[in-house]
């Protein structure tokens, strides 16, 4: 039986999940490959820092070089994370022509392509499952299992952590701040939590995606990004009243028409209660995947989590493994050409309903005076709500609009932001009806 060892840079929650895991079920993945496969070095941050599962110190090393510089180790897993020494650690595996997992997605969002290209030259294959959505299968099936299918469009709910929030303040309503004070208590939300909150991660991941569904890489400076601190508890309760659910959306959507291209964005988003995704709660991510053959599917599991990411990194392992069994190194290459160029449709652009929530005086004319401004842009008003109040005193109005561009919204909003009878900034968030 072929031998392949393995080494790994990051012993930490991840790293030790990975030795775990492997050593729960890696001779069933051995007997189901027919390849026999050892971790033969780990390098880690400290021989005794806090790991959830052992890692025998005959394994550790200290220094990454070692792992990488191996002449008998053939893949690489690196669980370093961020976009810094990582990078290196991964273009020196690549360079010696070493095959390399990771699940650094900030890594592969801001040096995608120098990255892909050093896999490329080397020869060697840079696996990635472990990067969106944890233990999802979600690369494999765009790449392999819906290889024959174009994507008009990807849904997912690819951030565990504002997930979680948002359930939270849903179900129990509960303010933003205090979910979040929580989340970061249980360890789920990053300290600070800019990159989950502020939709960073979710775009990472949604370009990861849409870069592999659309055949161009995608780079994150295009890619509208909007997080939820703007979401309130009572823009929960008034959704839900209007048989809403608001989820942060990482979307990647073809558009036809004059100007084709592709949609790629992060926003909190109105989704119908009665569809699949506004089921989806707590920490759990989901991708809703729409493909020309194939149709509908979805895909539901944990995003994070040491043992989830292990089941990630192991599928990516056993891929590897099986490439080199199989004499070669790059048996599905890891990604598109990225010297292929495509369009990413400017916000501005791109057409949606939308949910309003104004805080307004409660006076006669007020609404006629929005809805005036709304029509002069060509924005329909498809509902509209508006608890009672003291004459005189704000209150909130709610209203559901028709189809319009983000620009025709924008230039509204502008106005109706500058009308006497508008006492606070105005709330938008967009509605997805996955037509
Ligand atoms: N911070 C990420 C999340 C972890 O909350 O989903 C997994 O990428």
């Not at 820092?49 to 180790?73: C, F, G, H, S």
């Amino acid at each position: 039986m072929r031998e392949i060892n393995i080494g790994m840079i990051g012993g930490g929650t991840v790293g030790s999940g990975v030795f775990h895991a492997f050593q729960t079920n890696g001779a069933l993945m051995q007997a189901r490959l027919g390849v026999k496969m050892s971790f033969r070095k780990i390098a880690v941050k400290a021989l005794d820092e806090p790991r959830p599962y052992e890692i025998p110190k005959a394994l550790m090393t200290l220094d990454w070089q070692n792992v990488v510089n191996d002449p008998n180790i053939q893949i690489i897993i690196e669980l370093v994370g961020g976009t810094g020494i990582a990078r290196t650690m991964i273009l020196s595996a690549l360079e010696k022509g070493k095959t390399v997992v990771t699940a650094n997605k900030a890594l592969l969002s801001a040096h995608g392509p120098e990255l892909f290209a050093a896999a490329a030259k080397s020869g060697a294959n840079l696996y990635y499952e472990a990067s969106v959505c944890g233990g999802i299968p979600i690369i494999k099936s765009l790449r392999e299992g819906f290889v024959a299918n174009q994507f008009p469009a990807i849904y997912g709910i690819v951030n565990g952590t504002c997930n979680y929030i948002l359930s939270r303040m849903k179900q129990e309503g509960a303010d933003f701040a205090g979910v979040l004070a929580d989340a970061q208590k249980q360890g789920y939300a990053e300290t600070p939590p800019d990159l989950d909150i502020d939709g960073k991660d979710a775009q990472h991941k949604i370009g990861i995606l849409a870069s592999l569904a659309h055949g161009f890489w995608v780079d994150h400076h295009a890619i509208h990004t909007e997080g939820i601190r703007d979401v309130s508890k009572v823009d929960m309760l008034f959704a839900e009243k209007l048989g809403y659910t608001i989820k942060l959306l990482g979307i990647a959507k073809q558009v036809s028409g004059r100007k084709p291209g592709v949609q790629v964005s992060v926003y909190p988003t109105l989704i119908p209660n009665a569809h699949v995704l506004a089921s989806v709660n707590g920490v759990f991510n989901a991708c809703f995947v729409r493909g020309d053959v194939v149709g509908d599917t979805l895909f539901y599991g944990r995003g994070a989590g040491k043992d989830a990411t292990a089941s990630a990194v192991l599928s990516d392992v056993a891929d590897a493994a099986l490439d080199i069994k199989m004499g070669g190194k790059v048996r599905v290459p890891p990604f598109v050409t990225i010297s292929k160029k495509g369009r990413i449709v400017p916000m501005a652009e791109i057409t949606s309903r939308y949910y309003l929530r104004l805080s307004v005086a409660d006076k006669p004319g007020v609404l006629a005076k929005i809805s005036t401004i709304l029509a002069a842009s060509k924005i329909g008003i498809s509902s509209v709500f508006q608890p009672e109040g003291q004459e005189g005193e704000s209150v909130p109005l709610i209203l559901m609009t028709h189809d319009a561009t983000n620009l025709a919204m924008q230039k509204a909003l502008a106005k109706i932001a500058k009308l006497s009878t508008v006492k606070a900034k105005p709330v938008m968030f967009r509605v997805e009806n996955f037509e």
